[in-house]
């Protein structure tokens, strides 16, 4: 295929997929200018990231002498950002699709410097998870190691930005910024989830919580474990209902369980074992297992 074929192919196939733009459906808006922009949303969490842990995130393309400079320039950059971002997924909202966008806007820079006013509780939080982290694995070296490279940690400190400006009443931008921990670490916390104090995730891979799960102090979580619905067949009849488990206290819950049902209430220092499948709810510090299955190696015939 020479040149001018190849062109000729590249118009006939732009014209082809261009027709199939207009057909009117969902997927077929194309105005990007009203939709939240995903990189602008996973830059917001780094540097939101580097306020919660001002000495150990450095943003080169900041020059400042003082953390007092540094602070203030992050700021700025995450109020102009935030509230941009913000401005656009407040319009998905009855209450905010005015013609020009002026009430949209102006309430998204009055919630993004609501939310920047909670990250001392958001930090608050944060400190009690690295010092949960620290003491739940003896592997860790020290905390820096924590805060540096555990995917555990970041998706904690992730759900926390997204969970304030669930209750700040922002919508999609939470959910983006959890699915972009979710994508880079395996653990998938819908921020609507409420999730108390010192909350240690082991590993953390194929972890899954559901956006009614409650979550109290003190709970550690191991790989593969899904905290989610009984169901969802109805789907969005379901919205607003607790379709997810209630965790209390000091729980523990090792690798591979299961635990469904808005209605299941996993009791204050309860452990549940590998694999376990539970539907229904367990008593303040019982122990629940699998029952041990026989392990059958054949050696091979010397």
Do not use: C, W
Request: aromatic fraction near 10%.
């Amino acid at each position: 295929m020479d040149d001018l074929q190849m062109q000729e192919s590249i118009r006939e196939v732009t014209d082809f997929i261009l027709n199939d733009y207009h057909k009117g459906r969902y997927i077929d808006q194309h105005n990007t200018f009203n939709h939240p922009d995903k990189d602008a949303v996973v830059d917001l969490i780094f540097k939101i990231e580097r306020i919660i842990f001002p000495g150990f995130f450095n943003e080169k393309a900041y020059r400042y002498y003082t953390v007092e400079n540094k602070l203030s320039t992050l700021v700025e950059d995450v109020i102009f950002n935030l509230t941009k971002q913000m401005t656009m997924v407040l319009q998905y909202l009855p209450e905010y699709q005015d013609e020009n966008g002026e009430k949209s806007a102006g309430k998204a820079q009055e919630l993004s410097i609501a939310f920047l006013k909670r990250i001392p509780e958001i930090r608050k939080l944060i400190e009690t998870d690295v010092q949960a982290e620290y003491d739940g694995d003896p592997a860790a070296f020290n905390k820096e190691e924590i805060i540096y490279s555990y995917p555990g940690l970041f998706a904690i400190m992730v759900y926390r930005m997204a969970h304030e400006l669930v209750l700040l009443g922002v919508p999609v931008i939470p959910r983006m910024m959890t699915e972009h921990a979710h994508s880079v670490t395996g653990i998938d916390i819908h921020p609507g989830a409420t999730i108390g104090e010192y909350f240690f995730i082991d590993h953390g891979t194929g972890i899954v919580i559901g956006e009614t799960t409650i979550i109290g102090d003190n709970v550690k979580i191991y790989q593969g474990v899904t905290i989610g619905a009984l169901s969802t067949r109805k789907g969005q009849l379901l919205k607003g209902k607790k379709r997810h488990p209630t965790i209390e206290d000091n729980v523990t819950i090792y690798a591979g369980a299961s635990i469904l049902g808005g209605e299941t209430v996993i009791g204050e220092g309860a452990v549940i074992g590998a694999n376990a499948f539970i539907t229904s709810s367990v008593p303040k510090n019982a122990r629940v297992s699998m029952q041990t299955q026989d392990l059958n190696i054949q050696y091979p015939h010397k």
